[in-house]
Structures are given as structure tokens and as C-alpha cells.
């Protein structure tokens, strides 16, 4: 009788834990919580089934992923996690700051394992990690509870650039992709998702948003966010949990105007070294870059010229793109967020700026020359009015914002294509490979003219042995070609001093 007892007991404890919810923890800083409905984190319960899960937001003001766990607010949260819960983690807005300064909450800048036993303003010591060992720590002690986490990147402040709004508040949302990525656990586009949103409604819309300051929303902005991370958790395991109302949030479309990268793009590997970051089309980075058709860029063969000990070497050319499209697809945005004092900017354009700017397939030309001359159009594409401008004018934007962040740009004139015409290689002195010359000399920019020297290789070679430096008909090389290619580009540098 008594163990028939204990068995019915232990089976209605049993019943009771299964009928129990799941939870979903929200750790973050003021963007989730702050003040009475102005946090997106107070606006995701009605999203899910109550009778399968319950929110519990325990993000705090005015905390970094540092102070987070060093005021003890981690390991109180943690406690709330059972296995099958869900953690979602973002963090960055205050984790900028000096470590051991003013508020002292700072991280250590990057991803890496380093740290630093730094003096605070009240006299104690203390051992600072960096942004990303904080946030594997969330990670792994959410994992080691049996739970899933989720990394989100940075909401979006009110920051305006050219008709842009700021996307990833710095290196703090690539920081976290390239955690989330190592740690293969979900991670939400977050900054994309409402820099688009914000780009949509335009600048005075958004600006109504952000009642107090840049970073803050209001309530109406707090519920704007939280949609965007809905649309981001539709697909990851919470999709089972979402109620009706969760149900009719369509999951994030990137639009036209940012997709995000058909693959992963790389980023620097450690940041505390100079980057030395590519820009251009598929004759710097083709496909994959491994070589698929039997094709390369030349980004890939200087990656094994470069000394990794001293550089990071960036690749975020993309096949297909021209100078134009790779500013309004969002791909210099990215870049941008990521550049810093010392980095280098290598920049080829010119193979798909040719054509009509409203070609109904791709709609990617720039305006020929390098003058001020725009033209309106409708983009077929994106259905949206754009403001074309010339190539010279996206290489000097380009070249304006590297060396606003401190870096320093290079323009590389476009490689030849594999074109004879009496024994000699076709140059392309008369449009691209000549703006591109004019565009460096006017913005007193360092230039490559690899128009000119790998031509010039070419030439030497000869037309039989040129033929089986490419892997199609007479644009892409296969890997020796492009380690040709690659070589007058360290040629390039070295004459120029700059490695």
C-alpha cells in the first residue's frame, strides 16, 4: 500500500513537471528593459502560448554583457533556467564604454580569450574579459541547464548617415554573428531587420520612435522591435510555442535593399590586429571562394601571401556586385561598421557597372565617368525611387568614409578580361580602369593599376599560356590566374609601402 502511495505521488509530480511551461529568459540592457513598456522584452508575452510558455524578462538598465555577470544578475536568472527553456541574449549598447573609467562597465573589445586585471574607481581589482568571452559564458552555462540559447544582435539607434541609418552600433554586431556562429546556436539579424524597417518609414517617422534620446524608444518603437525579433524566432525551435498572434508574424524576408549574404561573409579573425579589408566584384571573391566551376577571385591566393600574424585579411568582395550595388545592397554598411584606425581598404569596381541603371534584371549600373551627375529612377528591383550617381562618385564615398573611420583606402583599377587585338591585351584606359586612375588621383588616394600591370603579364605570357589562366571564356580565372593576379596586388602594396 505504502509503495502503490509513493508511485501515485511521484506520477502526479511527474504530471505536475510536464504540464509545467517552458520559459523564455531575456537577458539584455535598457533596449529590453526600461521603464514601463518601453523595453522590447515587455511586449513578447502575447506572441506565445501562456499555456506553454512564459517570458520572463530579466534584462536590467545601463548593464553590459561585463556587469551583467559581475553584479551577480546572471547567476540569479540562471537559476530560473531548467532544461527545455529558452535564454535570449543581447547585449553591446553599454558594453563600449571605458572598463575601468566612469561607469566602469566596459568589456575588452573582440571575441577573444584575452583579459586584463584592471583598477576600478572604487579601489578593487577586477579581471575584464572581452565582449565575447561574456557572451559564450551566457551561452554555455545556458547549455550546461539543458537550455537553448539565442543571440540577437544590437537594436538600432537613431542614427542617421546620407539618408542610411546606422546598422550594428560598431563592431558589437558582427562580434556576436561570429559567437553565435562558433557556438552554433540562432542568431537574430536584429540590426538589419529594423534598419530596414526604419528605412522604409523614413528619417521623421523613425525619429518619433525615439522620444529621449537615440537609443531609447518609446513604447510604439519597444512593440516595432519586438515584431522584428518575432519575425527573427520564426524558424528556431520557439516556433512551437507561438501563439496565434505569434502565428501571424511572417518570418524576416531580408528586403531588396540589404539580403543578407547568400553565405557566410568573412570577418576579421582577431581584432586587434590591422584588417585589410576587399571590396569588389566576382574577379576579387567568386562564389564561395572555394573555387567552385573552377573559378577565383584574387582575394583567396593573397589571403596565403599575406602574414596572418600581422593582418587580417577580409574578403567581402561579391560576385555580381557593381560600385553601386554594393552600397545600396548594404554590403559597404557592413564593412563600414567594422573598420578602425590602421585597417586597409582595397577597392575594385568597373566589370558590372556597365548597361542601363534600370536594367529590369539586375538594375546594378553605375553612371559612366566620375562627375556629380545623377539620374532618378525607379528600381525595378527593389520598386523603390533611387538616385543613381556616377562610378567615380561610389569609389569617393568609398574612399571619404575609410578615411573617416581612419583607415586607409586604396583603388585598385578593374583586372583586364582575357580580350586580344593585335597581340596585345585590352585595357580599359578609356572608361573604367581610367576613372578609376582619376577618382585616386583627385582624392589624393593610393592606387594599383592592375588594369595595366596584369595586362601587362599577360602579354609576356602569351595567348596559349594566358588561356589556362581562366576558367571561363575570358572573365574569371581559375587559381593560377588568380594567383597572378594576387602577386601584382602585393606588388602593388609594397610599392606603395603599405605593408
Partial sequence: MHSQLLLAFM??????????????????????????????????????????????????????????????????????????????????????????????????????????????????????????????????????????PILAALTVRNIWRDGRVERGSGHFGNWSSKVAQTERIPW???????????????????????????????????????????????????????SPTGLAIPAYQPGPELPTPRYPMPLPKDPALPSIFLIGDSTVRNGRADGANGQWGWGEPLLELINASKFNLVNRALGGLSSRTYLTLGHWDRVFAMLKPGDLVLMQFGHNDGGAPDDKLRARASLLGTGDETAEIENPITGRRETVHSYGWYLRRFIAESKQKGAIPIVCSPVPRKIWRDGKIVRNRADYAGWAAQVAQSSGTAFIDLNESVAARYEDLGPAAVDKLFGDERTHTNRAGAELNAREVLEGLRKLNRL
Wanted: no cysteine.
Fill in 188 to 242: 537574430l539579424d536584429l540590426s538589419n531587420m529594423i534598419a530596414n524597417d526604419y528605412e522604409r518609414i523614413g528619417e521623421a517617422a523613425t525619429a518619433l520612435l525615439f522620444p529621449e534620446d537615440h537609443t531609447h524608444t518609446s513604447a510604439v518603437g519597444a512593440i516595432k522591435n519586438a515584431v522584428a525579433i518575432m519575425a527573427g524566432l520564426r524558424g528556431t525551435p520557439l516556433e512551437d510555442f507561438l
Fill in 11 to 148: 506520477m502526479l509530480i511527474l504530471s505536475s513537471m510536464a504540464a509545467s511551461p517552458a520559459k523564455l529568459v531575456i537577458i539584455g540592457d535598457s533596449t529590453a528593459s526600461n521603464g514601463k513598456d518601453r523595453g522590447w522584452g515587455d511586449h513578447l508575452a502575447p506572441y506565445f502560448n501562456a499555456d506553454k510558455l512564459t517570458v520572463l524578462n530579466r534584462a536590467r538598465a545601463g548593464r553590459s554583457s561585463r556587469t551583467f555577470v559581475t553584479e551577480g544578475l546572471w547567476d540569479k536568472a540562471l537559476v530560473e533556467v531548467n532544461a527545455g527553456d529558452f535564454v535570449l541574449i543581447q547585449f553591446g549598447h553599454n558594453d563600449g564604454g571605458p572598463p575601468d573609467k566612469d561607469r566602469a562597465r566596459g568589456s575588452l573589445p573582440g571575441i577573444g580569450e584575452e583579459s586584463k586585471v584592471l583598477t576600478m574607481p572604487n579601489g578593487k581589482e577586477e579581471t575584464v574579459q572581452s565582449y565575447g568571452w561574456y557572451l559564450r559564458k551566457f551561452i554555455q552555462d545556458t547549455k550546461s541547464k539543458g537550455a537553448h
